[in-house]
C-alpha cells in the first residue's frame, strides 16, 4: 500500500509528490492524461524581466525530479470514485481499486462553456483546447480563427496562437443570453481586461489602462470604445461586437458579428460575416472538485476562487480526515501558487505520517503561497485574496460548530 496516492500530475500534484517523497514517504500519482504535467503543458508566456515560461520544459523538470526520488506513475487512468474505508481511502479506476491513508485530490480546473448557434460544427473548440493543440501536440487548429469570450485565459492564448502564427481575426464578445451574463457585459469585460493589462505589448495601452481604473472613466472608455476594437498583439479585442452565430456547412466557415450597446444589446441591422475556418469558446475556468464532492467534503460558492469549492484550511488538509487538496481544485490560479499549494500539502501530509519537525516548515510554505499569489503574473480574478480569505473564515466556523457537537 502506498503511504500516499495523489490524483493528478499537474503542477500541484507533482510538487507535492516531491515534497512527501523527499520526507521518505512512498507515493503513487494517478492521471488520466498520457503525459504528466496537467495544463502546465500548455502554457507559454514571456515574464515581466524577460524570460521564458515554458510549461513543458517546468513539466519535464517536476517529473524527472519526481522520477528520481522515485515517485510512481499511473497514468492514462481517469479515477472514477473515491470512498472513505476504515483506515484511509479506497481509489477506484478502471481496471484497479487502490488504499491508502492519505489521499490528495489535485484535479486542477475545467472550462466552462458558452452557448452559441452553430457550436457544435467541426472547428469550434474550446480555448483551451486550442492551446492543447498548438503547445502540446503542435498542430495548427486551423489557418484564421475567432475567439469568442474575452478574459484573462483567452487574452493568454491568444497571445501564445500568434507566437505559433496563428491569424485571429478577432476576440470577441458572446452575445448576451441568460447563460452568457457578464461574459456578455461589456462594462465587466472591460474591467477584468484592465486587471490583465500588465500584458499588453504596447506601452500605450498599458499607460492608458492605468487612467481608465476609476469607475467613471471605464464607463467613458466602453461608451467611446472604437468600433474597430483595440488592437493587442495585432489581435482587434472587440468589446462592442458579438457572435450572433457560427455557420458553415460541414464545418466552420465563418462567424456571424453584430454591434452592441454598453449593456450588450444587439443593435439590429449592424450584422456583418467573418470567414474563418476555427473558432474557440472561451467560457473561463471553473475547480474541477467532483471527487471531492462524492468524498462528502463540505463546499462553498466563493465567486472569487472561481465557484463551488471543498471546504480546507491553509494546510491544504479537508474536512475529512486523510483527504488533502491542492492546486486549481481549491480555487483558481496559476500554475506557480498550485505548485505551492502542492508542497503545502506535501508537508501536511509528511507531518500526519509522524514525520517530526514539520511545523517551521509547514508555516513557511503557507507563507509562500500568498507571496506567489501576490507576485502572479496570470491573475484569473482580482479578489482571490479575499476568497482565500472568505474560505478560512467558513473553515472556522465549520470546525467551531463540529467541535461543539462532538463535546
Ligand atoms: C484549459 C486550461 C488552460 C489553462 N491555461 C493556463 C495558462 O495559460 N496560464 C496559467 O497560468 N494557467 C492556466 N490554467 C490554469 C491551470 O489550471 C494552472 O496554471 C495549473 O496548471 C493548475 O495546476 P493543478 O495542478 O491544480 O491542475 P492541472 O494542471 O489542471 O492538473 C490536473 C491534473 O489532474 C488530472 N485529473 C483530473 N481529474 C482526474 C481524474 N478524475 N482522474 C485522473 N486524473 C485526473 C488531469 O488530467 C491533470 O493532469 C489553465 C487551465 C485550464 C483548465
Not at 496516492?5 to 512512498?26: D, F, R, V, W
Not at 472613466?217 to 470604445?225: D, E, N, P, Q, S
Not at 491544504?316 to 506557480?336: F, S
Not at 516548515?361 to 476568497?387: C, L, P, T, W
Amino acid at each position: 500500500m502506498n503511504d500516499v496516492i495523489i490524483i493528478g500530475s499537474g503542477p500541484a500534484g507533482l510538487s507535492a509528490a516531491i515534497t512527501c517523497a523527499n520526507k521518505g514517504l512512498n507515493v503513487l500519482i494517478i492521471d488520466e492524461y498520457l503525459k504528466p504535467g496537467g495544463r502546465l503543458l500548455g502554457q507559454l508566456y514571456e515574464e515581466p524581466d524577460g524570460t521564458w515560461w515554458n510549461g513543458i520544459n517546468e513539466s519535464a523538470k517536476l517529473y524527472e525530479e519526481a522520477l528520481n526520488k522515485d515517485v510512481q506513475f499511473l497514468m492514462n487512468t481517469p479515477v472514477h470514485n473515491i470512498e472513505k474505508a476504515k483506515d484511509g481511502w479506497v481509489i477506484y479506476t478502471e481496471d484497479n481499486t487502490f488504499n491508502t491513508n492519505h489521499l490528495l485530490l489535485a484535479t486542477g480546473a475545467a472550462e466552462s462553456p458558452i452557448p452559441v448557434p452553430g457550436w457544435t460544427l467541426p472547428g469550434v473548440m474550446s480555448v483551451g483546447a486550442a492551446q492543447v493543440m498548438t503547445n502540446v501536440h503542435r498542430v495548427k487548429p486551423g489557418e484564421k480563427g475567432v475567439i469568442i469570450g474575452v478574459n484573462v485565459l483567452s487574452a493568454a492564448i491568444a497571445m501564445e496562437l500568434k507566437l505559433a502564427d496563428v491569424d485571429l481575426a478577432c476576440l470577441t464578445l458572446p452575445w448576451n443570453n441568460q447563460l452568457t451574463e457578464e461574459a456578455a457585459q461589456p462594462r465587466k469585460v472591460m474591467e477584468s481586461l484592465l486587471h490583465v493589462s500588465h500584458m499588453a505589448p504596447s506601452p500605450l495601452v498599458r499607460t492608458g489602462s492605468k487612467f481608465m481604473k476609476n469607475d467613471f472613466m471605464k464607463k467613458l472608455g466602453i461608451t467611446f470604445y472604437p468600433k474597430k476594437g483595440v488592437k493587442m498583439w495585432d489581435i482587434p479585442i472587440q468589446l462592442r461586437k458579438a457572435v450572433i452565430e457560427i455557420y458553415g456547412n460541414n464545418q466552420v466557415e465563418g462567424v456571424t458579428l453584430a454591434t452592441i450597446d454598453t449593456n450588450g444589446e444587439v443593435i439590429k441591422g449592424s450584422e456583418e460575416h467573418i470567414a474563418c475556418d476555427f473558432v474557440c469558446i472561451a467560457g473561463g475556468l471553473y475547480p474541477l472538485t467532483e471527487l471531492a464532492a462524492v468524498a462528502g467534503c463540505p463546499f462553498y460558492l466563493i465567486e472569487e476562487l472561481g465557484g463551488y469549492v471543498p471546504l480546507h484550511n491553509t494546510r491544504m488538509e479537508t474536512a475529512l480526515k486523510g483527504l488533502y487538496v491542492a492546486g486549481n481544485i481549491t480555487g483558481i490560479e496559476g500554475a506557480k501558487v498550485a505548485a505551492a499549494q502542492g508542497v503545502t500539502a506535501g508537508l501536511s501530509i509528511a507531518k500526519d505520517s509522524g514525520v517530526n519537525g514539520l511545523e517551521s516548515e509547514i508555516k513557511k510554505s503557507i507563507q509562500s503561497i500568498e507571496r506567489m499569489r501576490e507576485n502572479a503574473y496570470i491573475q484569473f480574478h482580482s479578489d482571490v485574496a479575499k476568497g482565500k480569505r472568505i474560505l478560512q473564515d467558513q473553515w472556522k466556523e465549520y470546525k467551531a460548530s463540529t467541535e461543539t457537537v462532538f463535546l
